[in-house]
């Protein structure tokens, strides 16, 4: 089928369609430069994740490991969310019911307008108390005085992030789960699809009957799951197809 004519056919999933859910991964902040994981440019390729993103890596080196938050941090603020962000933030206002799960922990999508939104892995703009457990905005870039400490009781204050080996926060674990579970249409955007849990929502969305989309420049394990691959940058097709939504309404 040619490409406009897919993407009318898909505005017109868009707009029949009750219940939406998107799966965000980093490719959807890629085009706000904001560096992927894996990949030719991917972080994980010039950082080793063990040494950095690991409760024991903290435990050895808070400080090294808060260079490198702050640093990330850094790039991020100085960064926009992208018109693939915004897209997805007008169609939360605009459709019934409509979601936003993330791996990615940049905050971007409720900088775009969307509310909806389930961090799978934290946020970058949050910290937590390692001795009482509770978390703090904190948008400071530079952070200040590393590494940073808990201003009620003066414990190390870690990035309220998901590291290796650790578990994901099983409140919204399970509300991921139960709203892919439910919805009708469900978009995976950015993401490699390699890294559980969040490579299984889709296939708990496809087990329960939903049309899968799936948006990214290269294929990815799902690739062969989908209904719908568009192989484009994010902030490039979402746009275009956000048109053809719009024709609708
Ligand atoms: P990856 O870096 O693994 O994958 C990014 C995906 O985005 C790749 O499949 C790219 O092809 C695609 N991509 C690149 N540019 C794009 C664009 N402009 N538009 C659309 N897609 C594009 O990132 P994730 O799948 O998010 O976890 O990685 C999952 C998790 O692995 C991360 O949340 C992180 C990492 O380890 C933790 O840190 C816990």
């Not at 009318?8 to 490719?27: F, M, R, Y």
């Not at 249409?185 to 299984?200: D, K, Y």
């Not at 948006?215 to 275009?240: A, C, H, K, M, Q």
Request: with cysteine; hydrophobic share 40%; aromatic share 8%.
């Amino acid at each position: 089928m040619p490409q406009d004519e897919r993407i009318k056919k898909l505005a017109s999933l868009l707009h029949n369609a009750e219940k939406i859910t998107v799966l965000t991964g980093a490719g959807i902040s890629a085009e706000s430069g904001i560096p992927t994981f894996r990949g030719a440019e991917g972080l994980w390729r010039r950082h080793r994740a063990e040494q950095l993103a690991t409760p024991a890596a903290f435990e050895k080196d808070p400080r090294l490991v808060w260079e490198w938050y702050d640093w990330r941090r850094g790039i991020i603020g100085s960064k926009q969310p992208n018109p693939g962000h915004r897209v997805l933030a007008g169609w939360e206002k605009r459709r019934p019911s409509f979601c936003i799960i993330t791996q990615n922990i940049d905050g971007f999508h409720r900088r775009a307008g969307s509310e909806n939104v389930f961090e799978l892995h934290g946020n970058i703009w949050k910290v937590r108390c390692t001795n009482e457990g509770t978390v703090f905005d904190n948008n400071d870039t530079p952070i200040g005085t590393i590494p940073p400490l808990c201003p009620d009781c003066g414990a190390l204050l870690r990035p309220h992030v998901v590291w290796f080996g650790e578990s994901l926060d099983m409140g919204i674990l399970n509300n991921a789960f139960r709203l892919s579970g439910e919805c009708d249409l469900m978009f995976i955007i950015g993401t490699s699809a390699v890294v559980q849990p969040a490579a299984s929502l889709p296939l708990a969305a496809r087990e329960a009957g939903s049309i899968l989309v799936e948006i990214n420049p290269d294929t990815t394990p799902l690739s062969p799951t989908v209904d719908y691959s568009f192989r484009e940058p994010s902030g490039e097709i979402l746009p275009r197809i956000d048109k053809a939504l719009k024709d609708l309404e």
